[in-house]
């Protein structure tokens, strides 16, 4: 098997493990850190991109995008297409077995939580207000910003030889970390097909006690949000950084 596609799994898995978990362990009932609230979650998201960037490229990937969107864009910047179908598969089983390990790692909470909606949300993302064609501009804007911000990062016009080693991960979790407490608030920002569609996968198959619907009437925003928002950020990386 190609290393780099272990790295993207392993490193999705980290991401939607750490991400997830802490959704989990701020709304399940009967956990330690019920009511947490969103500084918790946003900072959680935000430290589970940094761990899934550096597991994925420890575990074989110096690309790390664990994110389909972060995958097109760079796709389309570079012009070479042959990593996207192999990264995308990659990273959505990472998402679905990083979401499965969430619920065992919980198990006794989901029986003990009422509300099927808080277990829904400890998988994939829902908007605060349902209105499709807003919480599609709110994923493509924030799935563009983390695109664009990740590129600018790494690009020569900011350092000659990019951020000193090892430092990237951290920039690209504060990256996560500011989407997330700035614009988070309408759809959960998933900014990450594989993040959402991974989880709400597991969420469909596994036995969790009182689950309740899987919401696949609102699965396509985040994927398309985030395919947009993707396409977007890699045209204009390609034509101005």
Known sequence: MDQRL?????GTLVLVLLGNGTVANVVLTKSKGQGGGWIVISTGWAVAVMAGVFAAIACGSADAH????VTLAFAISSGDFSKLGPYVIAQVLGGLV????VWLHFLPHWEATPDPGLKLACFSTGPAIRNTAANLISEIIGTFLLVL???????????????????????????????GSGLG???GFAINPARDLGPRIAHAIL???GKGSSDWGYALVPVIGGVVGGLL???FVKLVL
């Open 6 to 10: 272990v790295g993207e799994f392993m």
């Open 66 to 69: 664990i994110n389909p969107a």
């Open 149 to 179: 911000i990740i590129a600018s990062i790494f690009s020569k016009a900011v350092s000659a030889t990019g951020p000193v080693a090892g430092l990237g991960p951290f920039l690209v979790g504060g990256v996560v970390w500011a989407i």
């Open 185 to 187: 608030g309408t759809t």
């Open 207 to 209: 036995p969790i006690a």
């Open 98 to 101: 990083g979401a499965i390990l």
């Open 233 to 235: 950020a890699g045209v």
